[in-house]
């Protein structure tokens, strides 16, 4: 959609700006296009990334897949139950006796398991494949955005596409969906004293043991 603005120019208009097309931009995209919401998801890389990051998902997460008709890929294309996962304190690294042990393998109230350990390159390929059903939802990749600025009726996004031209979007709303170190956060979110808070002390990890699945 295209309105004029104050300017006298065209301004592509749309309902939500998403700002990051990796699992949680994709999906919220999909979602968004099954209720025929109009939205726009800016993702900066041209291809999905492979290097590892997220490992696992909780039934959640599965549910969700299964609401965009994906439930047949959760276990034969994206991943596994996760079994046992011992939680320790991290002090001493894998030494650390846990203090707490999970069988994530047992069902839930949802009626699936309680997490999966998943490749996340396989699984946002299959929720792009999913969004990209729906007309509402349009993902342009290689779109570096450059500026964010919202007044009382919306927010606009100054962008990079990926022929190198700036352009300009604005939504009804924008979703913050492009990570701790992404331009959200640290260009626009933190500049505004809003930060993400952490706790002082020690961490924990978790580590999975299958011999008891």
């Known amino acids: 959609m295209v309105e004029i603005c ?25 979602y968004l296009g099954q209720m025929s919401i109009p939205n726009v998801v ?3 890389e041209k291809e999905i ?15 969700l897949l299964q609401g965009l008709g994906l439930y047949d890929q959760v276990y034969t294309e994206i991943g596994e139950p996760m079994g046992w996962v011992h939680f320790t304190s991290g002090k001493q ?24 350990s998943h490749k996340q390159p396989v699984l946002e390929r299959n929720i792009r494949e999913a ?26 996004v100054d962008y990079r596409g990926d022929d190198g031209r700036s352009r300009q979007i604005r939504g009804k709303f924008l979703v913050g ?24 002390g020690y961490g924990f990890m978790g580590v999975l043991d299958k011999t008891q699945y």
């Open 6 to 30: 104050t300017t006298g120019e065209e301004m592509e208009t749309t309902d939500v700006v998403i700002c990051g097309g990796g699992p949680t931009g994709a999906l919220l995209s999909a």
């Open 42 to 44: 800016l993702e900066k």
């Open 49 to 63: 990334v492979t290097d590892p990051r997220g490992i696992a998902l909780d039934e959640d997460g599965i549910r």
């Open 93 to 116: 690294g894998l030494t650390t006796k846990p203090f707490i042990k999970m069988n994530l393998s047992t069902t839930g109230p949802f009626g699936h398991v309680g997490a999966i």
């Open 131 to 156: 969004a990209s059903r729906f007309s509402s939802s349009e993902l342009r990749l290689g779109s570096t955005v450059m500026a964010i600025e919202e007044d009382e009726t919306g927010v606009s």
């Open 177 to 200: 969906a492009d990570g701790k170190t992404g331009f959200t956060r640290k260009h626009y979110l933190e500049p505004k004293g809003i930060v993400l808070e952490s706790l002082p």
